[in-house]
């Protein structure tokens, strides 16, 4: 991401006075450097998206009429089996350059899932110069829930809302339609579309980026619940995982239509790695896709709904998930999810958004690492006892450093300051208790890394002995 702002007021004012430490000459002159064009990379990528390959994968998508986990797998063109056939070959001749493979698990009889079953999702790999990861995700499973579908639920009164889940019915029929073109054949297509785009652009990243299209998402996210455990497992680096579930349509069930923004929700507290990841989407997409507007929720999700970000989030990584602005929930897990819901340009919008956070994150370096050993911030208030001094450790590949704040009581960065290469700077003045701060890593093409904020870890205090 790149990014430029003035001097702020403050220091203006201090550098006027003409008290002026060394490290603020070092602030100053990173003024000098004029804006820089936005990176022709990232345009590319952006007009790279192909809105009618996107229509193509949904409607293939929505034509295996059920894509349930427990529906047939031995039927050539009904059912999960042929369906993540179909996306594995497809994948595979997006580009000789992605690693699919089918990441594949017995999940044992249990809640949701009425039967043993061989779940499998489907990974495409496209190799980084590091093997620091951001996942692109998305579940391609569909669900059928009987009755009204999910507007049922949503209208059922609060009182009866302990109602028997309908996945738990005995009389189920895993093989009735459920098309599932918005949930999530648009966000299986959105995944599978940027897979082709980014693996076939020419362009080197420095991350790994993983596409993962899940299943069992609609009995409890258990695909992606297995596979964020087996990577917190394997101490595997997961820098980001932006997930896409429910993004195709514009057209709200309650009446309202919305084609020009899109909801990214993310897990607190407000300074969570998850939120530096919510707030670089709405920089990097304000810059690249001006026409649509980016709309931060400061929540995990949708009230009493979920998706896979949230198993990511559970392992300890930084984890988003977008979805429409304007839902309608008389499609959703029924057999009305047809692809004349899903509106195409709308979802080309979103898939532009994606791509750009995705390749601006994967260029840039990792985010410099602000604790120390102990996991404590390294801030203080060095050198008069009244300034922000600021320290991180080096970023592999980094060729300067931008440092953010903000007032204490608000929740998006206000200003920014470049700074060369280097691993510590102070800021005359401010106060350290009145803003936050952050650093980010920024690489010799300009693209900034996510935001490492500097917070303070809170001990509790042991109780006092009472006599
Ligand atoms: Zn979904």
Redesign the pocket.
Known sequence: MRLHRTLPATLAALALAGAVPATFSQLASGQSTATRDLDSRLQQLVSAVSESRLGELVNTLAAFGTRNTLSSTTSPERGIGAARQWIFEELQRSSPRLQVSFDTYKVAKGARITRDVELRNVLAVLPGRSPRRIYLTA?YDTVNIGGTGQIGSNTRPSGQTAAADPQLRADQDYNVDAPGAN??GSGTALTMELARVLATSGVEFDATIVFALWAG?EQGLVGSRIHAQRLARNKTVVEANINN??VGNSHGGGGETDAGSVRVYSEGPEDSPSRALARYISRVASLYVPSHRIRLMARPDRFSRG?DHSSFNDYGFPAIAFRESRENFAKQHSALDTVDGVDVAYLAQNARVNIVSLASLALAPPAPVVTNERGQARIGRQPSGYDANLQWQASPGASAYRIYWRDAWTNDWAESRLVGDQTQVSLPGLSIDDHVFGVAAVGADGNESLVSAYVERRARRPEVKLR
């Open positions: 579940h949930d999530n998402e579930d429910i998706s």
